[in-house]
């Protein structure tokens, strides 16, 4: 029996290497009092430490070759900026000459206070943030007890094919190891959303968090770490480091075969061209979407920059968030879903709402709370138009339910550019405006959205929700969710045609579209415009390459001729088998 321990799987893929142990090296630290002619002393020798730290961030910048500098340079700049914050550099510096204590103690003070601030956030994503201020915090104080740091230019060979067993590691660290040829890395803290992880996912180094790591690991022990599964494995027999290798064979197979296709089109094998578009929540996820390659955003979901936080974000603030994804896009098209808050999206903004809604998902969200508060919709709708003028975006208006609320919104639009061009504020004149077709309604009367609308877009996770009356958040009746259920075909067939006899573009944005299983079913129906999770694209990629629209046809017909579930499986299984 090989002894087994797991974690969270943040960065997928098998390591089989000898164990490296990296101590968690910040040892206690005290206060000691200094001598009130010594202060400034103890000052310049801070100051020295955090001009230390920032020359060994910008060789470990500089060092980075080309192949991962776009995707790793942002967390190195994000430290490199925090090593200019006066929280870190000016508050230590207060508190040396204020407690007359030393450069250690004033730096692990505030280290706490910041800390503090953190855990109280209600956002996982900020709140992980804290290891930003632990990582730059452990770099100063490196310098300041004058321990060894592995410096941008050493070689350390005994790390190369290492598995690194840490308490904790930077960003900066993560890429010297990378640079070192580490084969994966376990820590006991962190969890998916720390910058590490990301960066791991990023480096494609197999990474195992939150793990307590055995101290019965030596170092030089054989290793397996299964990045997919979050385990950590001490190799003791031949049996289980065969069966690994084989694993670490057949992953890195598929994953040279899905690599491949990054630069390749998508198109099918009789010719017809497939856009494959990424969705995205945030800024950051712009940086994985081009990573595969991605043809643009399909559905960037503006919500979430109004999550977790007490105020509205304003029209600049919208604006810039707005425009740097335009901009770290690089010309590839944008589309930017309007405010889609309410139900399982809640905004502190909404908590104060007097009246509590009985059955949220069938409330007062998105488009329809946009529509009651006009304010809050036009300050949206105003940065949307402004970032327009930057580069290709199409807007996009969730849960749109009938021909009144579309008329309204255009309405709005047509009222704000009026004002812009008054106040010659730039925006894109011909900007798309587009339309979710979610609500069964929406897709039963699709041809009037078509004649309104630039293009539809439709969102399979409330469209199935609403069809099959299952409350997509709960767990009981997810066995009814079915994509594939002859109700949801039908709604999803006659947006297509809509789409197509009104000569406008129409996409998927929902979690069908990323769904393998349905890939060939969906380019039978005729749909061309895909918009997936980014880590989806090149699977979904690799099914359209394989697959010829034309053979599809007669399955096609069957299955949409279909009353019964049970039948359009079995046909699903023959197309997809083909
Ligand atoms: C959908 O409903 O399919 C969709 C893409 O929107 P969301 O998941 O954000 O509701
Ligand atoms: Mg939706």
Redesign the pocket.
């Known amino acids: 029996m090989s002894n087994k321990k797991s974690g969270h799987g943040v960065s997928p893929g098998i390591a089989i290497g000898h164990a490296w142990r990296i101590e968690h090296d910040l040892t206690e630290i005290f206060e000691v009092s200094i001598a009130q002619d010594q202060i400034e002393d103890e000052v310049s020798r801070f100051r020295r430490a955090v001009r230390m730290a920032r020359q060994q961030l910008r060789d470990i910048r500089n060092n980075i070759p080309d192949s991962t500098r776009a995707d790793v340079t942002d967390f190195i700049d994000t430290h490199l900026l925090m090593l200019e914050d006066s929280m870190l550099t000016s508050a230590p510096v207060e508190l040396i000459r204020d407690s007359q204590c030393n450069a250690e103690w004033a730096l692990k003070s505030q280290r706490d206070a910041l800390a503090a601030v953190f855990d109280q956030m209600d956002d996982p994503y900020l709140r992980t943030r804290k290891d930003d201020v632990d990582h730059v915090v452990k770099r100063i104080m490196q310098n300041l007890l004058k321990q060894e740091t592995l410096g941008a230019n050493d070689v350390n060979p005994q790390l190369k094919g290492a598995i690194i067993l840490a308490y904790d590691l930077t960003p900066a660290e993560t890429i010297l190891l990378q640079h070192q040829g580490i084969a994966g890395f376990v820590t006991e803290t962190g969890g998916p959303l720390s910058h590490t992880a990301i960066l791991a996912r990023n480096l494609e180094i197999p990474a195992v968090v939150g793990l307590a790591i055995s101290r019965s690991i030596h170092e030089g022990d054989m290793l397996i770490l299964d990045g997919d599964n979050g385990l950590l494995i001490q190799a003791d027999n031949q049996e289980t480091l065969d069966t690994y290798h084989r694993k670490q064979r057949d992953i890195e197979h598929r994953r040279t075969i899905l690599d491949g296709l990054k630069n390749t089109p998508s198109i099918t094998l009789d010719g017809i061209p497939v856009h494959l578009y990424a ?1 995205i929540e945030r800024r950051e996820d712009v940086r994985i979407a081009r990573r595969y390659n991605a043809d643009g955003i399909g ?1 960037y ?1 503006t919500e979430f920059l109004f999550m977790n936080r007490q105020d509205i974000p304003d029209e600049q603030e919208q604006y810039q968030e707005y425009s740097a994804v335009i901009k770290s896009l690089q010309g590839l098209p944008l589309t930017i ?1 309007t405010l ?1 808050i309410g139900a ?2 809640c905004a502190d903004f909404l908590v104060s709402s007097p009246r509590k809604q009985i059955n949220p998902a069938l409330g007062l969200r998105a488009v329809r709370l946009c529509l009651k508060y006009t304010d809050l919709f036009s300050i949206q709708l105003r940065a949307i138009l402004r970032a327009s003028a930057k580069g290709p975006v199409r807007l996009m208006v ?1 849960m749109l339910s009938n021909e009144s609320e579309i008329l309204q919104m255009l309405q709005l639009i047509e009222n704000i550019k009026a004002e812009l061009r008054a106040n010659h504020i730039e925006f894109d004149e011909s900007l798309a405006i587009g339309g ?1 077709i ?1 609500i069964p309604a929406a897709a039963l009367t699709a041809t009037s959205f078509a004649r309104h609308l630039d293009f539809l877009s ?6 199935i ?1 609403y069809t099959l009356a299952i409350d997509r958040l709960d767990d009981e009746v997810t066995y009814l969710y079915d994509p594939a259920h002859p109700a949801v075909l039908r709604l999803i067939q006659m947006t297509i045609s809509a789409g197509k006899s009104n000569d406008i573009p129409v996409s998927m ?3 069908m579209a990323g769904d393998l299983k349905y890939t060939r079913l969906l380019l039978g129906m005729g749909l061309t415009d895909f918009s997936v999770s980014p880590s989806a694209l090149l699977k979904i990629k690799e099914v359209i390459n394989q697959t010829s629209i034309e053979k599809l046809d007669p399955v096609i017909r069957n299955i949409l001729s279909s009353d019964s579930s049970s039948e359009i499986q079995q046909h699903l299984d023959t197309l997809n088998k083909a």
């Open positions: 969705n559905l979901r879903r889609d399982d999206k969730p979710m979610e439709i969102g399979t996770n409330d469209l929700q944005c929902g979690e």
